[in-house]
């Protein structure tokens, strides 16, 4: 499963300002899952909250890293996470708060970290098998 999401907008195509503000992202069991989208200065404190590290490219959103906020909140732990996110490339941070129970909350994150998995997988093993030829083509004319 690649991990793929899409902008409120595709749902409510009639009003635009949801188009920058929400997005989807699915999970590996093909369940969709809403997140508010900050800029990533404009993040506020969310503990506990689970997030999709987000690069803008165009209309496009990569998904570069998801994961939970620490549940303790502090600006050492919010200047940490904005040097590890800035290392990262990302623009965006995605941010799912609709978690009912800690253990619902857990579940939904458990569902997009395997869908991201799987993404990263994918993405390793295509860049692989698209090396591989140029690989064996060189090793084959050095003989």
Same mark, same amino acid.
């Not at 409120?8 to 069991?29: C, E, H, I, K, N």
């Not at 890293?65 to 990262?88: I, K, M, N, Y």
């Given at each position: 499963?690649?991990?793929?999401?899409?902008?409120?907008?595709?749902?409510?195509?009639?009003?635009?300002?949801?188009?920058?503000?929400?997005?989807?992202?699915?999970?590996?069991?093909?369940?969709?899952?809403?997140?508010? @989208?900050?800029?990533?200065? +404009?993040?506020?404190?969310? &503990?506990?909250?689970?997030?999709?590290?987000?690069?803008?490219?165009?209309?496009?959103?990569?998904?570069?890293?998801?994961?939970?906020?620490? &549940?303790?909140?502090?600006?050492?732990? !919010?200047?940490? +996470?904005?040097?590890?996110?800035?290392?990262? !490339? @990302?623009?965006?941070?995605? @941010?799912?708060?609709?978690?009912? =129970?800690?253990?619902? =909350? +857990?579940? @939904?994150?458990?569902?997009?970290?395997?869908?991201?998995?799987?993404?990263?997988?994918?993405?390793?093993?295509?860049?692989?098998?698209?090396?591989?030829?140029?690989?064996?083509?060189?090793?084959?004319?050095?003989?």
């Amino acid at each position: 499963m690649l991990i793929h999401g899409s902008p409120v907008a595709v749902t409510l195509a009639s009003d635009p300002f949801f188009q920058d503000r929400f997005w989807y992202w699915s999970g590996a069991s093909g369940r969709k899952y809403i997140h508010s @989208v900050y800029r990533i200065d +404009e993040c506020p404190p969310l &503990p506990g909250a689970i997030y999709m590290a987000v690069k803008r490219k165009g209309p496009l959103r990569i998904a570069v890293a998801v994961g939970r906020f620490q &549940p303790f909140w502090d600006h050492a732990v !919010g200047t940490r +996470e904005a040097r590890r996110f800035a290392s990262l !490339g @990302v623009d965006e941070l995605h @941010v799912h708060l609709l978690g009912k =129970t800690p253990a619902q =909350t +857990e579940a @939904v994150f458990l569902d997009l970290q395997e869908a991201f998995e799987d993404s990263e997988l994918l993405t390793r093993t295509t860049a692989l098998f698209s090396r591989a030829p140029e690989a064996v083509s060189a090793a084959a004319l050095s003989v």
